[in-house]
């Protein structure tokens, strides 16, 4: 079987780390980390993850802007947005967007496995 492939986007090295912990590697491959959401955009393109956890707030572009960015692009991505805001506003700017999965940081492994096995769920059956 091959692995889930996750972009990580995040301005904070310690979520870097995080992410990649949570992931059991024979299940699982962080194939990028972008610090902003312009890198992101660039880093998707090239590598197109099965899965993109995003931060909302970013340096040069927020994660707001790329999700929609990269939602006009391929429907079909598959966004989990990470954030230290838990701000309603926030939150439903992110669905009327299309981002339907969230996590507040910190989170715990188990939260953001069961995330990632959700949305890839609804990805198989399509």
Known sequence: MDKTRILVVDDSPFVHKLVAKALPA???????????????LDM???????????????????GLDASRELLATDAKVKIIMLTS????????????????V???KPFE??????????ICKGMRES
Do not use: W
């Open 85 to 100: 805001r838990g701000d309603k506003d926030c939150v439903q700017k992110a669905k009327d967007i299309g981002v339907g």
């Open 102 to 104: 969230f996590l507040q």
């Open 26 to 40: 024979d299940s699982y491959e962080v194939c990028g980390v972008a610090k902003n959401g312009k890198e992101a």
């Open 44 to 62: 998707y393109a090239k590598l197109v993850p099965d899965v993109v956890t995003m931060d909302i707030t970013m340096p040069v572009m927020n």
């Open 109 to 118: 492994p188990e939260e953001l496995l069961r995330a990632i096995e959700t």
